[in-house]
Protein backbone atom coordinates (compact mmCIF):
# COMPACT_ATOMS: atom_id res chain seq x y z
CA UNK A 1 0.00 0.00 0.00
CA UNK A 2 2.75 2.55 0.74
CA UNK A 3 4.37 1.70 -2.93
CA UNK A 4 0.81 2.34 -4.52
CA UNK A 5 0.86 5.77 -2.50
CA UNK A 6 4.28 6.79 -3.59
CA UNK A 7 3.69 5.70 -7.06
CA UNK A 8 0.56 8.02 -6.90
CA UNK A 9 2.75 11.29 -5.37
CA UNK A 10 5.05 10.68 -8.12
CA UNK A 11 2.44 10.96 -11.27
CA UNK A 12 0.75 13.40 -9.60
CA UNK A 13 4.15 15.80 -9.40
CA UNK A 14 4.74 14.96 -12.52
CA UNK A 15 1.43 15.53 -14.20
CA UNK A 16 1.82 19.02 -12.49
CA UNK A 17 5.35 19.60 -13.96
CA UNK A 18 3.98 18.90 -17.42
CA UNK A 19 0.70 21.09 -16.97
CA UNK A 20 1.80 23.88 -15.65
CA UNK A 21 5.02 23.70 -18.63
CA UNK A 22 2.39 23.16 -21.42
CA UNK A 23 -0.03 25.80 -20.34
CA UNK A 24 2.13 28.66 -18.82
CA UNK A 25 1.31 32.03 -19.75
CA UNK A 26 3.01 33.64 -22.89
CA UNK A 27 5.80 35.54 -22.01
CA UNK A 28 5.33 38.73 -23.84
CA UNK A 29 8.72 40.18 -24.50
CA UNK A 30 9.12 43.79 -23.37
CA UNK A 31 9.10 46.45 -26.16
CA UNK A 32 12.44 47.87 -26.76
CA UNK A 33 11.11 51.13 -27.61
CA UNK A 34 7.58 52.84 -25.32
CA UNK A 35 4.52 53.20 -27.66
CA UNK A 36 4.89 56.68 -26.43
CA UNK A 37 7.63 57.42 -28.71
CA UNK A 38 6.94 56.47 -31.99
CA UNK A 39 5.86 57.98 -34.51
CA UNK A 40 2.90 56.51 -35.05
CA UNK A 41 -0.15 54.96 -33.96
CA UNK A 42 -0.65 52.54 -36.47
CA UNK A 43 1.28 51.11 -39.29
CA UNK A 44 -0.08 49.74 -42.82
CA UNK A 45 0.29 48.88 -46.01
CA UNK A 46 -2.15 49.72 -48.77
CA UNK A 47 -2.03 47.29 -51.64
CA UNK A 48 -2.46 47.88 -55.57
CA UNK A 49 -6.41 46.85 -55.09
CA UNK A 50 -7.14 48.99 -52.21
CA UNK A 51 -6.94 46.19 -49.39
CA UNK A 52 -5.11 47.38 -46.33
CA UNK A 53 -3.24 44.85 -43.84
CA UNK A 54 -2.31 46.65 -40.17
CA UNK A 55 1.32 45.61 -39.01
CA UNK A 56 1.42 48.10 -36.33
CA UNK A 57 2.47 44.89 -33.92
CA UNK A 58 5.03 43.69 -35.94
CA UNK A 59 6.67 46.95 -36.30
CA UNK A 60 6.71 48.06 -32.86
CA UNK A 61 8.34 44.43 -31.99
CA UNK A 62 11.03 44.97 -34.71
CA UNK A 63 12.08 48.86 -33.52
CA UNK A 64 14.88 50.38 -31.34
CA UNK A 65 16.62 53.61 -30.53
CA UNK A 66 18.62 55.19 -33.40
CA UNK A 67 17.16 52.91 -35.99
CA UNK A 68 15.84 54.46 -39.21
CA UNK A 69 12.53 53.58 -40.25
CA UNK A 70 11.99 53.71 -44.13
CA UNK A 71 9.39 51.93 -46.67
CA UNK A 72 12.47 50.65 -48.07
CA UNK A 73 13.35 48.88 -45.09
CA UNK A 74 9.45 47.76 -44.21
CA UNK A 75 9.62 46.19 -47.83
CA UNK A 76 12.90 44.56 -47.07
CA UNK A 77 11.42 43.11 -43.45
CA UNK A 78 8.10 41.85 -44.39
CA UNK A 79 9.11 40.98 -48.05
CA UNK A 80 6.18 43.22 -49.62
CA UNK A 81 6.28 44.92 -53.38
CA UNK A 82 4.08 47.05 -54.83
CA UNK A 83 2.25 48.41 -51.68
CA UNK A 84 2.30 51.95 -50.24
CA UNK A 85 2.65 51.92 -46.38
CA UNK A 86 0.58 54.51 -44.40
CA UNK A 87 0.54 55.85 -40.65
CA UNK A 88 -1.14 57.30 -38.26
CA UNK A 89 0.15 60.29 -37.23
CA UNK A 90 -0.38 60.38 -33.20
CA UNK A 91 -1.12 64.12 -33.31
CA UNK A 92 -3.41 64.62 -36.19
CA UNK A 93 -5.00 61.35 -35.75
CA UNK A 94 -4.67 61.47 -39.98
CA UNK A 95 -3.64 58.68 -42.00
CA UNK A 96 -0.25 59.65 -43.97
CA UNK A 97 1.78 57.92 -47.03
CA UNK A 98 4.57 56.98 -44.99
CA UNK A 99 7.55 59.54 -46.26
CA UNK A 100 10.06 58.01 -48.40
CA UNK A 101 12.82 59.89 -45.97
CA UNK A 102 11.61 57.83 -43.18
CA UNK A 103 11.49 58.00 -39.93
CA UNK A 104 14.40 57.94 -37.37
CA UNK A 105 13.41 56.56 -33.55
CA UNK A 106 15.15 58.76 -31.10
CA UNK A 107 15.57 58.12 -27.50
CA UNK A 108 13.66 61.22 -26.06
CA UNK A 109 15.55 63.29 -23.64
CA UNK A 110 14.15 63.07 -19.91
CA UNK A 111 11.56 66.01 -19.07
CA UNK A 112 12.34 68.29 -16.25
CA UNK A 113 9.53 66.35 -14.49
CA UNK A 114 12.00 63.08 -14.91
CA UNK A 115 15.27 65.15 -13.66
CA UNK A 116 13.37 66.43 -10.13
CA UNK A 117 14.54 64.52 -6.80
CA UNK A 118 11.43 64.09 -4.54
CA UNK A 119 14.48 64.73 -1.84
CA UNK A 120 14.98 68.21 -0.54
CA UNK A 121 18.32 70.60 -1.92
CA UNK A 122 21.39 69.74 0.63
CA UNK A 123 22.40 73.12 -0.37
CA UNK A 124 19.07 74.97 0.23
CA UNK A 125 19.74 75.76 4.14
CA UNK A 126 16.42 77.62 5.30
CA UNK A 127 17.00 77.67 9.01
CA UNK A 128 18.59 81.06 9.31
Not at 46 to 68: A, L, Q
Not at 78 to 98: G, S
Request: charged fraction near 25%; include cysteine.
Amino acid sequence: MLFVAWLYRQIFHCCRRVDSFLFAPVKTQELQVPVSSLPWLWVGATYPDGVTVEFTNEVNENIEFGMHITPEWLDDIFDLTDVTWRYLDPKTLEEKDFPSTGFVIDDPEPTNSEIKSDSPDPLNNHTE
